[in-house]
């Protein structure tokens, strides 16, 4: 009997932890899109079936202006990674160049049998206009797209608003 109360205190302990680190998924059409929050980030992965750049961008509303949009490509040169604002529609700009700081943080990228995949970090709190808070029971727009070439200038292939819950 008095390990009971130890059992019973461990249980809540594990459930509170697991509850933490819950693990979200989506599907938007062949993309697919998981997160997690882990210890003031949100970690992000992305899969898309095509040899070009994957992106996530992230807006209070359901448009493509203003919003914080990351981009990931794999090249022959490596895993490239952008961090961008969209100013106007066709007009994202990289956040170095409006004289704020990439927030991108732990990046890796990696092609295999034709889809791409990517993974990426975050600050949950934003630290200027260009990046949103993304705080976990945030209602978030989740913008999804991807393309069939690595040049960000390239146009993407699919793109899709989703409302989340982070």
Not at 105 to 118: A, D, L, M, V
Not at 139 to 161: N, T, V
Request: with cysteine; glycine share 8%.
């Amino acid at each position: 009997m008095k390990f009971l109360p130890l059992l019973l205190i461990g249980f809540i302990i594990s459930t509170s932890l697991s509850a933490q680190n819950e693990k979200n998924q989506i599907q938007v059409e062949r993309m697919q899109i998981s997160w997690e929050h882990k210890e003031g980030q949100i970690a992000f992965t992305a899969s898309a079936p095509d040899d070009g750049w994957v992106a996530l961008g992230f807006n209070t509303k359901n448009n493509i202006v203003n919003s914080n949009l990351v981009m990931i490509g794999v090249t022959e040169d490596g895993v490239q990674a952008e961090d961008f604002y969209v100013v106007s529609a066709g007009n994202p700009k990289p956040v170095k160049s409006l004289g704020s700081k990439s927030q991108i943080k732990n990046y890796h990228g990696w092609e295999k049998q034709g889809r791409t995949t990517i993974t990426f970090s975050l600050p949950v709190e934003s630290t200027d206009d260009y990046h949103l808070d993304l705080k976990k029971g945030d209602k978030i727009w989740l913008i999804c797209a991807y393309s069939m070439e690595d040049d960000f200038g390239h146009h993407s292939r699919m793109r899709r608003h989703v409302e989340i819950t982070l």
